[in-house]
């Protein structure tokens, strides 16, 4: 099948919102790929821009990915 489910994703790999279900998160997403990776990003970076009070240097760090990245990403989808 072509449909991705939470059982198809890797295992530790899977981000549950902090409310409602995996499944409704899905679902509540775009459709377009794009847009899909913008809502996507924009929920995990505001997730990590709390737990790291704003700091892109820590966030990026733990992401695993370079500053310069993530604030480009951060302006891409408005969150800067």
């Known amino acids: 099948s072509d ?3 939470p059982a198809s994703l ?3 790999r899977v981000i549950i919102p902090a409310q ?3 499944q ?3 679902e ?6 794009d847009s899909a990776r913008d809502e996507f990003d924009r929920q995990f970076f505001k ?3 709390e737990k790291n009070g704003g700091n892109q240097r820590a966030i990026a760090r ?3 990915i370079a500053r310069n990245t993530l604030a480009r990403r951060l302006k891409k989808i408005g969150l800067t």
């Open 20 to 22: 409602g279900s995996l």
């Open 62 to 64: 733990d992401v695993k």
């Open 10 to 12: 890797p295992v530790g």
């Open 3 to 5: 449909k991705i489910t």
């Open 28 to 33: 509540a997403l775009p459709t377009e790929y």
């Open 47 to 49: 997730m990590h821009l």
């Open 24 to 26: 409704e998160f899905l």
